[in-house]
């Protein structure tokens, strides 16, 4: 099962910070937390990056990008600073 | 036209003596001020070989052409000198109120040579100066001398670890930092325990032009999504989520990129738990400093430096508890990143049998005695205080020991974003973070330019480089570079079509558009710092020019650095970064080699790292 931590806000929301999903895809795994949540509040996390492993889905395949059973999937905001 | 002219003020702890130290229009038109012309005074000032603790080598406080004009985050000042921990140049900024003050005072810099006899602190007033018996200060913490000095004073001081000449020893003040390459050892080499400054001279002449830009300025950074917003609200800290989701958080001495508990350090967490209030750098709308409540009452909420590095890289995911540890680095005057890197590295030596100490992952009052012990350099404390270099030469582990050219690494582990791993290599300061941050336009801002990749790395660095350069010379934050990504980039949606062609044209592009840029005499103004430097000059600066003074100075600290022994063999990272991959699939760390070919040559140096004559001559930079 992989492993989704979800941004701060959206842990919150979902009272957890971590949540074990057997999706087989990002674009499931995400179905699964929208369904979660009140749209509204879902839309703030499609400026997420969504990261697989550490690697951002853009550079893997997208929502189509296969998950395994120790993949961490994690989604986060820019940040900058140092 | 105005004058150009900075004016430095040089004293001898030696004998006692100063005077004031015009340097001309034309050095200054070519240096800017601050970081550049410090390295040129340095430069210039030192014969080769001179070791950082020698009475001859100078300490340089430097502020630039725009400090006490209020624009917005241009009140810092850059302390130049040899760094104790690399031997290579060292340059360290701070916020605070000190560049204003001691431009009220009169100058533009000082220049500290000699060695007193017994601890004194300067006093700069009005445009004089005067050594005062420190005998009462020595000894204390960066807490207390700031207090026991007069309060309308801005004021520089280090603590207890300068004082025993630690490398890693910092500059304090108010509770800003110059933390990087070791300035208050050099500092304390001196027997100057402070530098104070105050007075009444007219510090910058503002006319209406000038007040519009200024307010224009302001008001962009305001409303700015990272200046305006995420750095307001979140400080540093806001880096804590997306560095562990991007696997470059530092943990155990960078042997993994993140830890299931990091998320407890959240910048989020530390606003929501424990924030009391904003704080931060004169004449700044950003704000990005915190102020928090702690188990003792409340303190100086971490950076997310000191986060990475002294929290989530030892084992310690109590937002507090790392507080309090920055709070004792800060008050006894060292660098929270070298000292969290030593203390990493210490405990992996202690795990593997290689040294016998009670470090252990997350064990807080070791870590605590060993700060106190590395600054008075008692027990294992005189093995830390020599830095990670001295400690892996002495104890072994020399592929785990995380520096470059003797500077700890920062908390972006680079196996995660590629080019900053080059920046770090080639960073003339050594490993350091924010000579360019690349890490943001790879891996931790809105655009993502693929971070396991080599492509365009080399003129991404070069590029960045010289725009800090500049930047820093002016001296600006170098936070506000943040916000030159235009604002809808935060706005995309990650997996919409728009972010996705934004993705590809910048991977793309990025090399070759960046190659041709550093060619061009852009006379452009496409930001505000050009726009701000022809106000303070009262002629036109063009974009071209500005990044031209920056590859300037970042050349001739490198001839700095190569006079001073330092070879292009210098530039490389750990062998841990190298060879041991921390991305599932991966099989090693960073590809330096190939980049680092190309970096030279977009930079104009020869295959040893060199610059050329002919690059020499088109940044007409004197030898
Ligand atoms: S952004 Fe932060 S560090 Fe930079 S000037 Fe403002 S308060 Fe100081």
Not at chain 2, 161 to 173: L, M, T
Not at chain 2, 219 to 247: D, K, W, Y
Not at chain 2, 409 to 423: K, S
Request: charged share 25%; with cysteine.
């Amino acid at each position: 099962m992989a492993l989704f931590v979800p941004h701060y806000a959206l842990a919150k929301r979902l009272g957890r910070t971590e949540l074990r999903s057997e999706a087989a895809t990002v674009g499931a795994l995400l179905d699964e937390i929208r369904a979660l949540v009140p749209p509204e509040e879902w839309r703030a996390s499609l400026r997420a990056a969504i990261l697989v492993n550490g690697r951002h889905i853009h550079y893997l395949q997208g929502m189509k990008t296969p998950l395994a059973a120790d993949d961490e999937v994690w989604m986060v905001f820019p940040s900058s600073g140092g | 036209m105005k004058s150009l002219t900075a004016t430095y003020l040089e004293v001898d702890l030696t004998s006692g003596g100063s005077s004031a130290r015009p340097v001309p229009s034309e050095v200054v038109e070519l240096y800017l001020g601050g970081r550049g012309l410090g390295a040129r005074l340095l430069f210039d000032s030192t014969p080769p070989g001179l070791d950082p603790f020698d009475e001859r080598m100078p300490i340089i406080f430097s502020v630039g052409p725009l400090t006490g004009s209020a624009a917005p985050q241009s009140n810092r000042f850059v302390v130049t000198t040899k760094s104790p921990a690399t031997g290579a140049i060292a340059d360290s900024h701070c916020g605070g109120s000190f560049a204003t003050k001691l431009k009220k005072a009169g100058f533009d810099g000082v220049i500290v040579r000699g060695r007193s006899p017994r601890p004194v602190y300067l006093e700069i007033k009005d445009g004089k100066a005067e050594l005062k018996d420190a005998a009462h200060l020595w000894g204390k913490g960066t807490v207390a001398t700031q207090a026991a000095l007069p309060a309308s004073f801005g004021k520089a001081v280090i603590g207890p670890a300068g004082e025993n000449r630690v490398p890693f020893a910092c500059i304090v003040s108010q509770n800003r930092i110059a933390g990087r390459t070791g300035t208050g050892a050099v500092m304390g080499s001196k027997n100057l325990k402070a530098i104070i400054a105050d007075g009444s001279a007219a510090t910058f002449e503002r006319d209406e032009a000038f007040k519009e830009l200024q307010k224009e300025v302001t008001e962009f950074l305001r409303s700015h999504p990272m200046t305006g917003q995420i750095l307001p609200t979140l400080g540093t800290a806001n880096l804590v989520m997306t560095c562990a989701g991007r696997n470059i958080i530092p943990t155990r001495n960078f042997q993994k990129g993140h830890d299931r508990r990091t998320p407890e350090l959240a910048g989020e967490r530390m606003r929501d738990e424990l924030l009391i209030r904003k704080d931060g750098c004169l004449s700044c709308p950003v704000k990005c400093g915190r102020h928090i409540r702690l188990g003792k009452g409340e303190g100086k909420g971490p950076e997310f430096e000191t986060i990475g590095l002294l929290g989530n890289n030892l084992g310690i995911f109590d937002m507090q508890t790392v507080a309090e540890l920055g709070e004792l680095c800060d008050d006894l005057g060292m660098d929270t990143i070298s000292m969290g890197g030593v203390l990493g590295f210490a405990t992996e030596l202690t795990e593997r049998g290689l040294l016998n100490s009670e470090l252990a992952w997350g064990r807080v009052e070791a870590y605590h005695e060993a700060i106190e012990a590395t600054a008075r350099r008692s027990g294992l404390g005189a093995e830390l205080a020599e830095g990670t270099r001295a400690l892996a030469k002495r104890r072994g582990g020399e592929e785990f020991a995380i520096q470059v050219k003797g500077l700890e690494l920062p908390a972006y582990d680079p196996r995660g974003c590629f080019g900053q791993g080059l920046e770090y290599a080639t960073n003339n300061r050594g490993g350091c973070h924010v000579r360019g941050s690349t890490m943001f336009l790879e891996a931790t801002g809105p655009v993502s330019i693929d971070p396991h990749s080599t492509a365009g790395k080399p003129e991404l660095v070069v590029f960045q480089q010289d725009m800090n350069a500049a930047v820093s010379s002016l001296v600006f934050c170098y936070f506000a570079s943040y916000a030159v990504l235009p604002a809808f980039a935060f706005k995309l949606e990650a997996s919409s079509a728009a972010y996705r062609l934004a993705m590809a044209a910048a991977s793309r592009a990025t090399g070759p558009a960046l190659w041709l840029a550093m060619r061009m005499k852009n006379p452009a103004q496409l930001l505000w710092f050009e726009k701000f430097l022809s106000a303070a000059w009262g002629r036109r600066v063009g974009l071209g020019e500005f990044m031209r003074a920056g590859a300037r100075i970042y050349n001739l600290e490198r001839l700095y650095n190569l006079r001073e022994g330092m070879s292009g063999s210098a530039d490389t990272l750990p062998r841990r970064l190298l060879d041991e991959p921390t991305f599932p699939g991966a099989k090693a760390g960073v590809p330096l080699a190939d980049m680092l070919r190309r970096y030279y040559r977009v930079r104009g140096w020869d295959s040893e790292g060199v610059p050329t004559p002919a690059t020499l001559r088109r940044l007409a930079i004197r030898s």
